[in-house]
């Protein structure tokens, strides 16, 4: 294995819009490769599926940035109050991880979501509306982002006003490139996320409802099971959570629709291969990318290859999805396939706990706007088309036309 760390060119557009022939270059020059990452970060990646897999569960490699032995990974995240930042289930790992998990996953169960399908529907449908007569739209800003705002803003009891600000503060905090963030926006971002959140709690424990959010006081004020750091970092999660993967899911599944005409005119002849089409959209170029961050209590060995206690290692359940040791003619967009167990949601106690959610929202938005929006088609040129930069992955807007007649 080379000793020299491969740069994952960020700034490159040509990358952004398709990185994975360079992916499957790594994974083919080895199970575990020193990258340069997003914000230029030195990282241990991951590529094959099984390797993958298995780092998923292991308890050796924790979630919570403090292990890191890169001190840029803690600069990344902002100065003020970084520990209320830190307090939540994504950055923690058991048994405080399963505490807080089990204060939310009620709502996340897939009887829960099942409920919320009409609600979801109506939204999808007024988007639709609002859209629909003009023969064109950018399907990121008018339809992928506004759908999974509105709900995750409806469940957790967010005024609607208010909904487009926490939006533009999570993509302050969480967007990266090729080069660290700059420490001063993403400070002021979470200072404006974090003062919205407190006077938000402060107004559902004036007036508590029926909601997920006043649910979570309850938690904090009458039960002690939660820190007021751990709740403001609960909200803040579920606020963006909630939204960035399924905007991407939607905007990127419609994307690789128009990308790929055959699977398009297969999906609008036989929309009960839509959840299929779903999973398909996830393995192939799931919303998180290229994976998810670890960091080593101690020295390991991953794949034969000895990783050093503090690293962070980059699970890269992008590349992995497409091992053709797991995945048949893995490059290749086929929404009938059936053994389809991908990483983009996850493994082990970590999985994605809005995946139901996620599933459900991207079923619906892509589901009815095919049937909605005729002739769908691309506005621009396929690499017009600009994709955020690192860490998740989708596109920023997606300019099309269509037909008027639904």
């Known amino acids: ?91 923690s ?78 993509d302050r905090m969480i967007m990266r490139g090729a080069e660290p963030p700059d420490p001063a926006v993403v400070d002021e971002a979470w200072q404006h996320m974090r003062a919205y959140v407190t006077g938000l709690i402060g107004d559902k424990r004036a007036h508590p409802g029926d909601d997920l959010l006043s649910g979570l006081i309850s938690a904090r004020d009458e039960e002690r099971r939660l820190s007021e750091d751990e709740l403001i970092a609960m909200v803040f999660l579920l606020l963006a959570a909630g939204y960035i993967t399924t905007v991407n899911l939607i905007g990127a599944g419609i994307a690789m629709l128009l990308a790929h ?5 297969l999906l609008r002849s036989r929309p ?14 799931g919303p998180v990318n290229p994976g998810i961050a670890r960091f080593a209590r101690e020295d390991v060995e991953i794949a034969g290859t000895a990783v050093p206690r503090g690293a962070t290692v980059l699970i890269a359940s992008a590349i992995a999805d497409r091992d053709p040791a797991r995945f048949p003619d893995p490059d290749r967009l086929d929404i009938t396939r059936q053994d389809n167990a991908h990483l983009a949601f996850g493994h082990g106690v970590h999985y994605c706990l809005g995946a ?14 095919l049937r909605r929006l005729p002739g769908l088609a691309l506005a621009v040129e396929p690499d017009e088309i600009r994709w955020r930069p690192g860490g998740l992955r989708g596109p920023l807007s997606l300019p099309v036309t269509f037909g008027t007649g639904a």
């Open 356 to 369: 139901p959610l996620a599933r459900l929202e991207g079923n619906i938005a892509i589901g009815t706007a």
């Open 93 to 170: 790992d058991p048994p405080d991880h399963t505490r807080l998990r089990r204060l939310v996953s009620k709502a996340f169960t897939a009887r829960r979501v099942a409920q919320m399908r009409p609600r979801i529907q109506a939204v999808t449908d007024s988007l639709l509306d609002r859209i629909a007569p003009a023969g064109r739209a950018d399907l990121v800003a008018d339809f992928a982002l506004p759908l999974p705002v509105t709900v995750i803003g409806e469940l957790l009891g967010v005024p609607p006003d208010d909904r487009l600000d926490f939006q533009h503060w999570t």
């Open 261 to 265: 005409p055959g699977q398009l005119a």
């Open 1 to 91: 294995m080379s000793e020299r760390p491969v740069l994952l060119p960020y700034a490159d557009p040509a990358f952004l819009a398709d990185p994975f022939p360079l992916y499957r270059q790594l994974r083919e020059e080895g199970p575990v490769r020193r990258v340069v990452a997003a914000g230029g970060l030195d990282a241990w990646l991951v590529t094959r599926y099984e390797d993958a897999l298995a780092a998923l569960s292991d308890p050796r490699l924790s979630s919570d940035v403090r292990d890191a032995s890169d001190p840029r990974l803690l600069a990344q995240l902002p100065g003020t109050e970084r520990e209320s930042m830190l307090s939540n289930m994504l950055r």
């Open 272 to 285: 009960e291969l839509l959840e299929s089409a779903i999973e398909e959209f996830l393995r192939y170029d």
